[in-house]
């Protein structure tokens, strides 16, 4: 008989402190209660220092109620601990998950002394006090057993049923309703008479982003993106054939057509070399340098919830120095107050015809130094040398469609009907202030020097552009954000080639509101309006309107 009663003594107090200690991790997750978590108690009980006697509690007198109880628990059995400043703060309330937790150090100590042989310290009153203990909180023992049972079915059910241990998928899906409007497209012509109608027509387009992000270390990550659209591009025929507005000005951020088609339209890998002091990124198709660094525009760079121009984002000389295809960027310091960022893209790098390649295409060369003293101020100064040939993907395209057809292809096409090579130094300052959390002020400024890179032909041009903006968080409701852009897309100030010189004669500006509304954590709805004035810097042409409402899903 009383082997067996020691039996029981010996498994009761193991059962019990397993059942609490996992008990309490299960409750970690239930965000309904308003409860004490093992975390919350484990990083109390790092704060306080284990004690050997009672005397070493300053607030602790021989004259308290509970001093005896104390004085056993800490001499005896070494499961009392105080806190770092020599107290106990025994008037301190608690909660019975709290004293459960306690229980358990304690019988975790007794079930040290048996295991040690040292049972003579346990006395025949302190096994009834343990007894009489875990009857009364019987209750919520098998609460919490309860809910641990049903926690282990879920957390089983998820792992059979999940994507992959090593792979997320986070997706946008984008719905938009957008028209320009005003009285003409734009030219380049000097008359006012012979342009012709602007299409005005509204339309809904959508495009669709599915982004698998695979991770093999924790600290890297291989991103794999699937795109479908079909949102018109509103400018002068571009790569979707369709003359709208006569300009690449009127731009959405969001454009882009391929019937809608699911393809992969972006495939890189990314790592950190000597632990995160330096950041890598490799892209193997659809490298976009604005995706792989800093450009001082948080408010408004995505094109999903970010400026619903095409200008507004960022500065230019991310898309003058981005012509897609492979790419490496690497950024020494990526999360110190000064970072340094080198890359090489090649957009044409799968080609091995001549004139193309990794190395003998069209490619561009980038430096950047952020300086970041704090968060209230971010500035850089980047610049990049790109060449541009008629290659087998891209034409010359000095800004990626922003700003006037001339600072796109300043020297035009040759007698063969091709775009003429041409090279260029390309600089741009950047600035962001932040002079509360709800207030942002950014904006650029760039310059570039193009060549003209074909036999010995010569010529040069020099484009400047610049741009302000603001945003206002929270303005009317917790979580929206008005923002105001403005500012002169790519312009040629200064071209000499072929004996002739030209330039963009007059001065566009862009002018862009929007306000983003934030329906919920996954729903973003942003009502805005661009407004070009001059468009292809032209005096002679009519302001075009653009108005859209760009609703943003994200899951």
């Given at each position: ?264 339209d972006k495939l890189n890998y990314e790592f950190n070399l000597v632990s995160d002091a330096v950041r890598v990124k490799v892209d193997a198709f659809g490298a976009e340098l604005w995706n792989n660094i800093n450009v001082f525009n948080p408010d408004f760079r995505s094109s999903g919830t970010g400026a619903i121009s095409r200008y ?244």
């Open positions: 008989m009383k082997n067996s009663f020691w039996n029981v003594l010996k498994v009761s107090p193991a059962i019990l402190a397993a059942s609490l200690l996992a008990a309490n991790s299960a409750l970690a997750g239930e965000a309904n209660e308003q409860i004490t978590t093992v975390a919350q108690l484990t990083q109390q009980n790092d704060s306080m220092g284990q004690v050997t006697s009672v005397s070493q509690f300053s607030d602790v007198q021989p004259t308290d109620w509970a001093f005896q109880a104390l004085q056993s628990l800490v001499e005896r059995y070494g499961c009392i601990a105080g806190y770092p400043n020599g107290t106990y703060r025994g008037n301190r309330a608690l909660t019975r998950y709290e004293f459960a937790a306690g229980l358990n150090a304690c019988l975790d100590r007794v079930n040290e002394l048996i295991a040690t042989a040292t049972a003579d310290l346990v006395t025949k009153e302190d096994l009834a006090t343990l007894q009489r203990l875990q009857e009364e909180f019987s209750a919520e023992l098998a609460t919490l057993r309860g809910r641990v049972d049903a926690l282990e079915a879920r957390t089983s059910e998820l792992e059979a049923n999940q994507f992959s241990t090593t792979t997320k998928l986070v997706g946008e899906a984008i719905f938009t309703v957008a028209a320009p409007f005003g009285d003409d497209r734009a030219d380049t012509t000097t008359s006012r008479t012979d342009n012709a109608d602007l299409d005005s027509n509204v339309i809904f387009a959508n495009r669709v982003r599915l982004n698998l992000y695979t991770s093999f270390t924790g600290s890297d990550r291989l991103q794999t993106r699937l795109q479908a659209r079909n949102i018109t591009q509103f400018d002068g025929a571009g790569s979707d054939g369709i003359n709208v507005t006569g300009t690449n000005m009127t731009r959405l951020g969001h454009d882009g057509n391929n019937g809608n088609n699911v393809e992969v507004g984002r960022f500065s230019p000389i991310y898309r003058a120095s981005s012509p897609g295809g492979a790419g490496l960027t690497v950024t020494v310091n990526p999360k110190g107050p000064i970072s340094l960022t080198g890359a090489y893209l090649a957009p044409n790098a799968s080609d091995p015809s001549q004139g193309n390649g990794l190395f003998n295409g069209s490619n561009a060369y980038f430096g950047q130094i952020d300086f970041k003293p704090s968060k209230q101020i971010n500035v850089g100064f980047a610049y990049s040398h790109t060449y541009q040939n008629d290659g087998a993907d891209i034409d010359v395209n000095l800004f990626g469609s922003q700003g006037s057809s001339l600072a796109n292809r300043p020297f035009g096409s040759n007698i063969a009907g091709q775009n003429v090579a041409t090279s260029a130094n390309n600089y741009s300052f950047m600035a962001n202030f932040r002079p509360t959390d709800k207030i942002g002020i950014g904006g650029w400024v760039g310059y570039t020097d193009a060549q003209v890179e074909q036999g010995t032909t010569s010529g040069s041009a020099d484009i400047w552009y610049w741009a302000a903006n603001l945003s206002v968080k929270d303005l009317g409701r917790e979580g929206n954000t008005l923002g105001i852009i403005f500012g002169q897309p790519p312009k040629v100030t200064d071209l000499n080639f072929g004996g002739r010189a030209n330039t963009d004669r007059d001065t566009s500006y862009h002018l862009e509101g929007l306000y983003k509304i934030k329906v919920s954590d996954n729903i973003l709805v942003t009502p805005g309006l661009l407004v070009i004035f001059n468009p292809e810097h032209n005096n002679n042409n009519d302001t075009i309107y653009v108005g859209t409402i760009r609703t943003t899903f994200s899951f």
